[in-house]
């Protein structure tokens, strides 16, 4: 068990709807970051909040939204959503408010499948 | 345009044997490197990294070698045990960079 919760872990929905995945992170850990994997593809960086505010931005596009609230958990919205949008999402943490140099403890992940 | 590539999406290896998962890098900032463990159903879990200024660094049965001038990098897993099936992700940081993964390569290590 990494201590980094996300829900749900299962979501099915219709193109065109919007979704919102939840994530806390460890006891702690003041950096949450949000990852996207697609099928045949790796881990790609969507975002990064650090104590409430935006760090990191990495391929995330625009139909897609994210914030951390002052309890550090954070939401990831995705709006109008696309076939290609079905994929895994993790959430992970960290304690320091750069990743590189620092372990990212990951969540389970959230199985969005968009129909 | 996938800076961190693993080339190979699957490895097949018998128990006791040794398993060697490669990476390679086109970013020559990249100073930290790191090897994620994933079993199905489960987030990624850390395994184990290396820093730039280092060429080889080992925990128990994993030795994770950095070869700098190659942009090339290896988990070495001896011995193979059943257990250790799952798909690897090697990953890389420069400074105070977010990680950048690769795709994987899913290990299957058979009794």
């Known amino acids: 068990d990494s201590g980094v919760t996300q829900t749900p872990k299962h979501l099915i929905t219709a193109t065109g709807q919007r979704v919102t995945l939840r994530c806390s992170p460890r006891s702690g850990d003041l950096s949450v970051y949000w990852y996207q994997q697609s099928l045949d593809q790796g881990l790609q960086f969507l975002i990064q909040?650090?104590?409430?505010?935006?760090?990191a931005k990495g391929n995330i596009l625009e139909r897609f939204s994210a914030q951390q609230f002052p309890d550090l958990h954070s939401e990831l919205n995705l709006s109008s959503l696309e076939l290609g949008d079905s994929a895994l999402y993790f959430c992970?943490?960290?304690?320091?408010?750069?990743?590189?140099?620092?372990?990212?403890?990951f969540g389970e992940g959230s199985r969005l499948t968009v129909l | 345009d996938q800076q961190v590539k693993q080339n190979s999406p699957s490895l097949s290896v018998q128990e006791g044997r040794i398993s060697i998962l490669n990476c390679d890098y086109t970013?020559?900032?990249?100073?930290?490197f790191l090897w994620y463990k994933k079993y199905p159903a489960e987030g990624p879990t850390f395994l184990i990294s290396?820093?730039?200024?280092?060429d080889k660094n080992e925990d128990g049965r994993f030795t994770v070698f950095l070869n700098k001038s190659a942009k090339h990098l290896s988990l070495h897993i001896v011995p193979s045990q059943p257990g250790d099936s799952a798909v690897y992700f090697c990953a890389a940081a420069s400074g105070y960079s977010t990680l950048t993964f690769g795709k994987g390569t899913m290990l299957l290590v058979s009794p």
């Open positions: 992970a943490s960290s304690v320091v408010g750069q990743g590189g140099a620092g372990e990212l403890f």
């Open positions: 290396i820093s730039s200024i280092k």
């Open positions: 970013n020559s900032m990249f100073d930290y």
């Open positions: 909040y650090y104590n409430g505010e935006e760090r």
